[in-house]
């Protein structure tokens, strides 16, 4: 038995693994499923519970890492357990790359499906599995199905958390680029409202688009953000002397094996806060930036949830939809007034979503912040905030869940008996468990 817990490091539970190379080995799991239930991993970046099984089984995908690039469609099919930073490694330097990234390139194809991840373009591309043409999916009887658009199992599986079967193979379309840089425009904003204005009046001239917020802002000044914004370089805008399609990113730094508890506290985080939004230029246009810094800054920190110590962390992600401002701010002054702690807080705009009954975005506005576990008053905090997002018809996002309730899941997800019924179809034994579909009743 092994100890597992998401990347946020919290309530760690115990289960068998088995690492599958082949689908026929995942058909032979499969069939000795024991009565704990089987959940799906990839490499572990869902923050929760998702891919953990106490007492039972977890079928570790990573081993399934072949893909193949049709070079003429940019085409990929890719097996379930491929990263996308293998995927970027071999696509950036032939002229391709992944269709929507998330804040990190280490999650598994698989995953991505799953948890129907969305990246800074979702107000232009919407989410991964919008790109994705077929998959297939092992189901509990260890049949290999394929799957396309068309088929309501499709729209369960993506965004459904593993809980439909394994995503053992996925064809999905790429984006051509002629770089591997991205010309990135940056903006400071002095509040959560000229924030939200900016962004409304420009996103729509970027492909890609975020704000950092200072949540330890307060006052007149509560929500100022730096805004990035970009697209994908031209071979053009290279500096000289640099190949325009490499990208052989690493991680530059090294968290310590451990970190004490209080490090990440409000002094200094407050002081990092004023740091990061002085360092800012207050408009700057056409800096050339690598595609790692851009997508992907805290994949240069190797390990980097070690620094919340060994509590770990809690990340919270909601969404509101269009017309729903009066809640963010509402949770944005709450935050911000409670003093919460967030290294990292970020806020996006959503375009529209997919079809998925337990897929997270919708038109709206995203945000995401990591707080310190063991908070005083934090359960209840976030109890006041899951109210305020399902009364604006709100959600959270389920890859990013530790603490959500059953209740609440279902108020967020008004077709979660939708997809309910068409997971009974695929599995009506109840072979696919994890902590987080019981601690949701899913």
């Known amino acids: 038995m092994t100890f597992l817990t998401g990347w946020g490091r919290t309530a760690p539970t115990r289960a068998t693994v088995a690492r599958p190379r082949t689908v026929a080995d995942l058909a032979a799991v499969l069939a000795r499923a024991p009565g704990r239930g ?3 991993r990839g490499l572990g970046r869902s923050y929760g519970d998702a891919a953990q099984n106490a007492g039972g089984l977890v079928l570790d995908c990573t081993h399934l890492r072949s893909w193949t690039l049709d070079e003429a469609t940019g085409l990929v099919t890719a097996a379930g357990g491929v990263s996308l930073h293998d995927l970027m490694t071999g696509l950036l330097p032939r002229g391709w790359f992944v269709p929507v990234s998330p804040g990190t390139r280490h999650v598994t194809v698989g995953g991505a499906i799953a948890a129907d991840v969305h990246g800074k373009n979702h107000h232009a591309d919407s989410s991964f599995a919008a790109h994705v043409r077929s998959l297939t999916l092992v189901t509990a009887d260890g049949r290999a199905v394929t799957l396309t658009p068309r088929d309501p199992l499709f729209w369960a599986t993506a965004g459904g958390m593993g809980l439909t079967g394994v995503i053992a193979e996925a064809t999905f379309a790429c984006v051509p680029v002629e770089s591997s840089w991205m010309r990135v425009d940056v903006e400071r904003t002095g509040d ?5 204005a900016v962004m409304t009046a420009t996103d729509d001239r970027y492909r890609y688009t975020v704000a950092w917020i200072d949540l330890l802002a307060t006052g007149r000044h509560t929500g100022r953000s730096v805004l990035t914004r970009g697209d994908h370089a031209r071979r053009a805008d290279v500096p000289a002397g640099r190949d325009p399609l490499a990208f052989a990113p690493a991680a530059r730094l090294k968290a310590p094996p451990w ?26 246009r056409g800096l050339i930036q ?58 996006k705009r959503f375009g529209p979503g997919t079809p998925g009954p337990l897929s997270f975005p919708m038109p709206g506005w995203t945000l995401a912040l990591d707080i310190p576990a063991g908070r005083p008053g934090l359960a209840a905090l976030l109890r006041l905030c899951d109210r305020w997002v399902a009364d604006a018809g709100g959600r959270v996002y389920l890859a990013k869940d530790s603490r959500l309730s059953a209740a609440a899941l279902a108020e967020m997800y008004p077709r979660l008996d939708e997809w309910r019924a068409l997971r009974e179809q695929a599995d009506p034994t109840g072979v696919f468990r994890s902590d987080l579909a019981r601690r949701l009743d899913l």
């Open 259 to 284: 970190a004490p508890g209080g490090l990440l506290n409000p002094v200094t985080v407050r002081a990092f806060n004023e740091a990061w939004y002085r360092r800012a230029p207050q408009a700057r």
């Open 38 to 40: 089987v959940a799906v």
């Open 290 to 347: 690598g595609v790692a810094p851009f997508f992907h800054p805290l994949d240069g920190v190797q390990g980097w949830n070690r620094m919340y110590g060994s509590r770990g962390f809690v990340q919270y992600q909601f969404v509101v939809p269009s017309g729903g401002e009066a809640t963010l701010r509402r949770i944005v002054a709450r935050l911000s007034s409670e003093g919460v702690v967030s290294f990292l807080t970020v806020l």
């Open 192 to 196: 959560l409202d000229e924030t939200l």
